[in-house]
């Protein structure tokens, strides 16, 4: 399954990537107060000399599933998001490493802002998901397909929200 999302922000595209996406303070407040993750932890952070950066954050999201995939599941999951930031585009290049299942999904993405503006983008993020467990694997897309629109909505609304109190809003 591919889908794409789409939401604006009041931020050019240089200024989200210098200023904010990488900001402790900003992804503390996104993952656990906006977005209210059980847990959020960054594992490993780099930045090269040419300004390529990577990162692992391990995250454990509330989870509201249907009964079969709960049942696969169980009352809590987490997972790996190992990411590098792509120069060229820039965009956040991310591959989700769940900690069940894995060997039976696939979870990718890619995140980058469109300048609409001055002061003004959209992020854009496309993502690819598949899980192949018999007779659920539609259901469990579905599921993951539906959490990710929910989260990043979320996420849309609390950076917009982050950008205004920071003063960052329009720049």
Do not use: C
């Not at 200024?15 to 996104?30: G, H, I, K, S, T």
């Not at 299942?101 to 609409?116: C, G, N």
Request: no cysteine; charged share 30%; aromatic share 12%.
């Amino acid at each position: 399954m591919k889908f794409t999302l789409r939401h604006p922000y009041s931020i050019e595209p240089e200024a989200f990537w210098r200023d904010v996406f990488f900001d402790p303070a900003y992804n503390e407040a996104l993952y656990r107060k906006a977005l209210q993750f059980e847990a959020f932890k960054v594992i490993e952070e780099t930045q090269g000399p040419d300004g390529r950066r990577a990162r692992k954050m391990s995250v454990t999201p509330k989870i509201d599933a249907p009964g079969p995939i709960k049942s696969l599941l169980g009352d809590s999951v987490s997972y790996v998001e190992d990411g590098h930031l792509d120069l060229a585009k820039p965009s956040w290049v991310v591959k989700v490493l769940p900690s069940k299942l894995a060997d039976k999904s696939t979870i990718r993405s890619e995140m980058w802002l469109e300048r609409t503006g001055p002061g003004q983008s959209d992020r854009v993020a496309n993502f690819e998901i598949e899980v192949k467990i018999f007779g659920i694997g539609g259901m469990f897309e579905k599921f993951l397909e539906k959490t990710m629109r929910d989260s990043y909505q979320k996420a849309a609304d609390f950076t917009n929200l982050w950008l205004r109190e920071q003063g960052l809003a329009g720049k």
